[in-house]
Structure formats: structure tokens, C-alpha cells
Nanobody
Framework: VQLQASGGGLVQPGGSLRLSCAAS?????????IGWFRQAPGKEREYISC????????YYTGDVKGRFLISRDNAKNTVYLQMNSLKPEDTADYSC??????????????????WGQGTLVTVSS
């Protein structure tokens, strides 16, 4: 499984960005869960969102709930993270991860097996 995150950049506070996670290599499996993570400088990695192609479940950590929206394009094998009302504290390296094992139900406890590289999001005026 290969994952490619993109779409990061510099945005002003209150602005929006859409991140993409292009996935490939789900050989033998039509079902997966993809999660988004972020790591700010000097901080631990934070699990912020998930989408399951198996049961359609989603997950958002409290800080991004209501501001971020996860979605997917099946034809493009891509999962998107639409980020609105961005704040300076959203500045981080954002990466995506995937799993094709287990319950595939999005939750804070879901674990991931495949990881992509990050894309940097900077929120600053």
C-alpha cells in the first residue's frame, strides 16, 4: 500500500485548504480505513480524522470537529481533508495512514499499518 499526501501550503488564519491522500496498492482488499494525522513542531503526533470505506464511519478529534471534513473519491482512490476556519495552532506536518485489517471502524483506537509522507500546513498572517 502506498500513500501520497499533498495540498499543504501557507494560508492565513480563517482560510481553507484541502489536503489529498492518494492511495494505491490495496491488492486483494476493497475495504480500508484512512486516517489523517498531524505533528506540530515540538509536539507529539496527533490523530485527527478517519474515514472507513467498509462501514462509512468517520472520526474527528475534538479540536477539528466542525471545521474539518473528510471525504473520498472512489474513482481516484483519494481521500480528502477539507480544512476550514484554520487557526495558527493548526500549523503542522499532516500525513495520512491506512489499514486494511481489523474492524475498519473509525475510532480513536483504530491502528494503522501503512504510512505516507507528510505535507506541511502553515497558518500565519
Amino acid at each position: 500500500v502506498q500513500l501520497q499526501a499533498s495540498g499543504g501550503g501557507l494560508v492565513q488564519p480563517g482560510g481553507s485548504l484541502r489536503l489529498s491522500c492518494a492511495a494505491s496498492g490495496f491488492v486483494g482488499s476493497d475495504y480500508y480505513a484512512i486516517g489523517w494525522f498531524r505533528q506540530a513542531p515540538g509536539k507529539e503526533r496527533e490523530y485527527i480524522s478517519c474515514l472507513s470505506s467498509y462501514d462509512g464511519s468517520t472520526y474527528y478529534t475534538g479540536d477539528v470537529k466542525g471545521r474539518f471534513l473528510i471525504s473520498r473519491d472512489n474513482a481516484k482512490n483519494t481521500v480528502y481533508l477539507q480544512m476550514n476556519s484554520l487557526k495558527p495552532e493548526d500549523t503542522a506536518d499532516y500525513s495520512c495512514a491506512a489499514t486494511i485489517w481489523g474492524t475498519l471502524h473509525c475510532s480513536p483506537e483504530l491502528t494503522y499499518d501503512y504510512w505516507g509522507q507528510g505535507t506541511l500546513v502553515t497558518v500565519s498572517s
